[in-house]
Nanobody
Framework: QVQLVESGGGLVQAGGSLRLSCAAS????????MNWYRQAPGKRRELVAA???????NYVDSVKGRFTISRDNAKDTVYLQMNSLKPEDTAVYYC??????????????WGQGTQVTVSS
C-alpha cells in the first residue's frame, strides 16, 4: 500500500512563507493526480491545489497567486509553496494521491496531515 508523509508545517507570522512536502513510498503503479487539502477547525476539508503527472495545476480561488504546487515524479514527491500567508490559511494540510493500476482502477491515499498556523 502507498504511504504518504507530509512535512514542513509550522508557525509563521502573517505575510510569511512555508513550503510543505509530501513523499510517497511503496508506489508500484503510476500516481495520477497529487493534491493538497486543508481543514480548519469547525470547517469541512477543502481542496487547495492539484497537480497532474504532466504538471497541469489547479488552485482554489482563495490561494491563487500565493500558493504554488509542484511535483518531482522521480522522487514521488509533491510540494506546496505557500507565500503571503494569512491567518485564514491556518489549518491542517493533508496530502492526497490518486493511484491508477494497470486495469485503470483508481485508489486514493491520504497523509496524516501537517499543522500550519499563521499568526496575526
Amino acid at each position: 500500500q502507498v504511504q504518504l508523509v507530509e512535512s514542513g508545517g509550522g508557525l509563521v507570522q502573517a505575510g510569511g512563507s512555508l513550503r510543505l512536502s509530501c513523499a510517497a513510498s511503496r508506489v508500484i503503479f503510476s500516481i495520477d493526480t497529487m493534491n493538497w487539502y486543508r481543514q480548519a477547525p469547525g470547517k469541512r476539508r477543502e481542496l487547495v491545489a492539484a497537480v497532474t503527472r504532466d504538471g497541469t495545476t489547479n488552485y482554489v480561488d482563495s490561494v491563487k497567486g500565493r500558493f504554488t504546487i509542484s511535483r518531482d515524479n522521480a522522487k514521488d514527491t509533491v510540494y506546496l509553496q505557500m507565500n503571503s500567508l494569512k491567518p485564514e490559511d491556518t489549518a491542517v494540510y493533508y496530502c492526497h494521491a490518486q493511484v491508477v493500476d494497470p486495469f485503470r482502477r483508481e485508489y486514493d491515499y491520504w497523509g496524516q496531515g501537517t499543522q500550519v498556523t499563521v499568526s496575526s
